[in-house]
């Protein structure tokens, strides 16, 4: 399984042990506190907001996930990754200087 989201800001710990990512993605799958409903009456699929569930060892690193109410936690190898260098249009950059993704992409 391969599951991609953008963290919206920093986690927050559980009572649990387990932390909360807020966060954004487009899944048939409802979160924690999913701004696209939260039961199976009222929710879609789709772009939206809600927060994972992150099992992490003593030193911070995840070793699994919880999608959201009464899904099991899934022991996984989980990366992750900061994205920088984003800008929000090209008429607003700030520098002429080129990242990776412009040359990919020819942004």
Known sequence: MRVVFIVAVTPT???DGTLAVPA???SDLC???DSRGSDAAHFHGG??????H???VAAGAPIGFQFGPG???VADTI???R?????????????????????????
């Not at 772009?47 to 994972?52: I, N, P, S």
């Open 54 to 56: 992150l099992s992490v």
């Open 79 to 81: 990366a992750v990754a």
């Open 83 to 107: 994205i920088t260098g984003l800008r929000s249009s090209p008429s607003r950059r700030t520098s002429s200087r080129s990242t990776p993704f412009d040359e990919k992409w020819g942004t």
């Open 47 to 52: 772009v939206g907001a809600g927060a994972l």
């Open 13 to 15: 710990p559980n009572d």
């Open 31 to 33: 979160h924690f506190d």
């Open 71 to 73: 899904d099991p936690l």
């Open 24 to 26: 954004y993605d487009a």
